[in-house]
């Protein structure tokens, strides 16, 4: 049986590495020597790529790759009317390894749904992807636009009172940009959201008091946001949310298991599925689960994609198997943790692993559940 709300027992969270003459196209056109237009044809080529590659892997779920965005979150969320970004900047930690600042992200007037943001990007894929296929969109978490700056980024010219005018302008414009992807046919989007995971690392939390937060409360407080994203999902559309940590160059950002968030993300959050970071010990044990309802799934990243050592079978199955004694096996998947790149510059692994990671998720998922 497949699992409810998605295609298939085993899924993706969505980018994939760049290819060479992709990147040198991108720098020709910061640079002035093709247009957005070429930049476009070359990006086309590349997703007609991917899409195929993600197919003969034997994916159900097919992305564009990501291959259109610089980051993962900066590119939609300049999109919407209200909403200013800055690109973040590499930092070189004292141990030699980069780390990406986060971006300054913030909102100087009513958000607004400007254009359709994704739906050219979604027209392409779904026309490169074959029948039993369902193409995904993913889009960054609505909650980016609060996380970052707080009430400190967010204009008090243009919202005196966070709640309720804020909250219902951003769900109303990402309403707008759903309902734009279901009228072409788009019934699976995926929202990426790094800031629960982040309130699940004590630093962080101690980030948000600084700032003027309560970090019990913000979860609770997200969930609700969300769900009024969710109020407006069109019908036959699966909205899942992924939960990453910080993936830039094959490093993390964050750490901590999820109790700080499970009851929030996962009992009050009315999302179809979630997709959960669990490829290393900085993610905690699988206790949170317990908080999961009938209804729901969680799909278990338990295939790294920051290195390209393979996991084996029967240490998947096994953690399969743990995390089946908190949540019903029957509302569980498999997933790599996370993108294999997430941003433009992507992880430190090499192109074939891919393939190789992918296969894994897939076989093991089929020798768990079966094949669908």
């Not at 610089?70 to 909403?83: A, C, N, S």
């Amino acid at each position: 049986m497949t699992i409810p709300h998605l295609p298939a027992r085993y899924d993706h969270v969505g980018s994939f590495l760049r290819p060479q003459y992709l990147l040198e196209a991108r720098e020709k056109k910061a640079t002035g020597q093709i247009t957005a237009e070429q930049l476009r044809l070359v990006e086309d080529q590349a997703i007609t790529e991917i899409v195929k590659f993600q197919e003969d892997v034997g994916l159900k779920s097919i992305t564009d790759g990501e291959f259109r965005r610089t980051y993962f979150h900066i590119d939609f969320l300049e999109q919407l009317g209200g909403v200013k970004t800055d690109i973040p900047v590499t930092v070189r930690k004292p141990d030699g390894t980069e780390e990406l600042a986060p971006p300054v992200i913030r909102v100087i007037d009513k958000v607004r749904h400007a254009k359709d943001i994704q739906l050219a990007d979604f027209q392409y894929l779904k026309s490169q992807v074959s029948a039993g296929r369902t193409p995904k969109v993913s889009i960054p978490s609505p909650t980016m636009l609060h996380f970052r700056g707080g009430r400190a980024g967010i204009s008090k010219e243009a919202y005196p009172e966070l709640d309720p005018a804020f909250y219902d302008d951003v769900a109303r414009a990402y309403g707008d940009e759903l309902r734009s992807l279901a009228a072409a046919g788009c019934t699976y989007v995926q929202m990426d959201d790094t800031n629960l995971a982040y309130l699940c690392d004590e630093k962080m939390r101690e980030a948000a008091r600084l700032r003027g937060d309560d970090p019990n409360e913000l979860p609770h407080r997200y969930a609700q946001f969300v769900n009024k994203v969710v109020a407006q999902k069109p019908a036959g559309m699966t909205l899942a949310m992924h939960l990453c940590r910080g993936n830039f160059k094959s490093t993390h950002a964050a750490a901590g298991n999820y109790e700080p968030v499970a009851e929030a993300l996962l009992k009050e959050m009315e999302i179809d599925a979630y997709f959960l970071e669990y490829d290393d010990d900085r993610s905690g044990d699988f206790r949170p689960l317990r908080f999961l309802p009938k209804g729901k799934m969680v799909v278990l990243g338990l295939v790294t994609t920051k290195f390209g050592t393979l996991e084996s079978k029967d240490d998947l199955k096994r953690r399969i198997a743990e995390a089946a004694q908190y949540a019903p096996l029957d509302q569980l998947g498999l997933s790599p943790q996370c993108g294999f790149s997430s941003t433009v510059h992507g992880n430190n692994i090499a192109v074939e692993a891919q393939r190789a990671k992918l296969r894994l998720v897939i076989e093991t998922a089929q020798e768990v559940w079966g094949d669908a």
